[in-house]
């Protein structure tokens, strides 16, 4: 089945008391001007959200760095929407966009032409919305102390009033995934009065779908859009009801332009990541050329050999012009990242039309970025950032930090949450002084979700277990902080159980 761009921009939202202003609207005021579209106002939702703020104190590839010039996971999504949104503005003003108004069911060319960069746009700012503190690390330590506690938290007996089934009850927290969290955050930790989240369009929900299967259906090493898990059970309902409403019914279909903002995201972070290593001074601008002429893949590739050659030139200028090494290594680096972005969004424009109707059936299983003329070249920049700058020892040292700081912190917070006076009351009195203190340092959002308060919880709620529910107030709450305040919260919480341990 072929999707059609009509419903795969739909402007229809899971709850209509949020629509924009409509000529049906008589409530809104005479000199209320309609200047955004529907998919416009998506992205501005998402740039006023409080987890995009979050975001200027998350880890992109660094933590905790007190440099200003290095990136974070919010000047990342910046830069990923801003080159999402390019794309899709080119899209729509070249010739392929006739091609896309064929597969329209004759939609307005003026509101498509508007939605295709907003959806990219919006998709771009909020692909890491859902990402946890200390970046990967922050993952891999939710995933592992699941894992420690495995035996605690699922028993084996069944008649056990916190047994949880095998499948995605338990995948959804042992495979913990940012972009999962992505699409909750999103859809529900917002409050609003409709307990829809930000209550974006069904066509833009549907793109930030980075991965469309559940955590009982990951294939490592399988299709692009199932090699991690793009939701979890608690919004399973949700998610049927978006990707219906945008066309891509019952498939595992991505949404056409998920592909470009992933490739986009892969564009950012392979170039820009060398480029916060230089500003570190953790690998000279030197070390990346050399790296790269010294590839024997790249030797025949044109592209390339574009970008590898543009940055040599830019290296002998900034050496003719007798700059600090600090200096020259900046400049040219900053030369050599605009070619590569180029060559980058180049290769993926052509990429997508190279590859648009297998695309629009759901027959590309490969990454836009992996079918593409820049594959080798970024394949090549992705080793040389995971051995010359994710495995500097300073950084492993400040990640191993921020691991071990999330482990602990866990357990303060699962206290908090568990020891309660009634198991199946998520709101009954905590039986601990230390356990009423850190359940009450949890978002008042998170917890009136987690205690099935008639504002904030669904129907879906109803069927989750208990422990399924406990081990989501915890996520939900990790997944949402900011490094520091991770930091600070560990010390405040250590400080406290310090005291009881004294008392006794």
């Known amino acids: ?117 907003a959806i990219l746009g919006a998709i771009g700012l909020a692909h890491d919305m859902g990402n946890p503190p200390f970046g990967h690390q922050g993952e891999d330590a939710m995933q592992a102390w699941v894992k420690n506690n495995s035996s605690e ?22 495979r913990f995934e940012g972009n ?14 409709d307990n829809r989240g930000l209550n974006l369009t069904f066509g833009t929900l549907a793109a930030a779908m980075k991965y469309t299967v559940g955590s009982d259906r990951v294939q490592k090493g399988g299709p692009a859009h199932a090699k991690k898990h793009g939701y979890f059970e608690s919004e399973a309902s949700l998610v049927r009801e978006v990707r219906q409403a945008a066309g891509l019914g019952e498939t595992d279909a991505r949404h056409p332009l998920t592909f470009i903002m992933e490739a986009c995201d892969d564009a950012a972070y392979l170039t820009i990541d060398a480029e916060d290593a230089i500003k570190k001074r953790i690998v000279s601008f030197a070390d990346l050329l050399s790296w790269l002429e010294g590839c024997a893949s790249l030797h025949n590739d044109e592209l390339a050999q574009w970008v590898i050659g543009k940055g040599r030139e830019a290296f002998a200028e900034v050496r003719n012009a007798k700059l600090s090494p600090s200096e020259m290594n900046d400049v040219a680096m900053q ?25 629009m059936t759901g027959g590309l299983e490969k990454s836009l970025l992996d079918v593409s003329r820049a594959a080798p070249f970024a394949e090549e920049l992705r080793v040389f950032d995971r051995e010359r700058a994710y495995s500097n020892r300073e950084v492993l040292k400040i990640e191993l930090s921020g691991y071990n700081t999330l482990q602990v912190l866990m357990d303060y917070l699962w206290e908090g949450i568990t020891k309660r006076t009634d198991g199946g009351v998520p709101a009954s009195k905590r039986s601990t002084p230390f356990a009423r203190y850190a359940y009450g340092r949890i978002s008042e959002n998170y917890r009136r979700i987690f205690e099935g308060h008639a504002s904030a919880s669904r129907e879906s709620d109803k069927r989750l277990p ?35 341990f004294a008392g006794r």
């Open 335 to 359: 030369i050599f990242r605009a070619q590569a972005i180029t060559a980058f969004v180049s290769s993926t424009i052509e990429a997508f039309e190279n590859n648009y109707d297998a695309i």
């Open 153 to 174: 938290l699922f028993p084996k007996a069944k008649d056990d009033e916190n047994f949880l089934a095998e499948g995605s009850h338990r995948q959804d927290f042992i």
């Open 1 to 117: 089945m072929k999707a059609n761009w009509t419903s795969l921009t739909s402007t229809g939202r899971l709850s209509t008391e949020r629509a924009g202003t409509t000529e049906k609207d008589t409530k809104a005021p005479s000199w209320r001007v309609n200047s955004r579209t529907e998919t416009e106002r998506d992205f501005d939702r998402v740039l006023f959200a409080t987890p995009t703020r979050r975001l200027a104190d998350k880890t992109q590839v660094f933590p905790l760095e007190k440099n200003d010039s290095v990136r974070t996971r919010l000047t990342h999504s910046h830069e990923v929407a801003d080159l999402a949104r390019s794309i899709g503005t080119h899209l729509v003003n070249s010739p392929i966009f006739k091609k896309i108004m064929s597969d329209a069911e004759g939609d307005d060319p003026v509101r498509l032409g508007r939605a295709i960069p």
């Open 466 to 500: 208990i422990r399924y529910k406990e081990l989501q107030l915890l996520t939900d709450m990790v997944g949402g902080m900011t490094d520091q305040f991770a930091i600070d919260l560990h010390n405040e919480l250590n400080g406290f159980r310090l005291d009881t």
């Open 180 to 193: 999962a969290q992505t699409i909750r955050t999103l859809t529900r930790l917002q409050v609003v009065k």
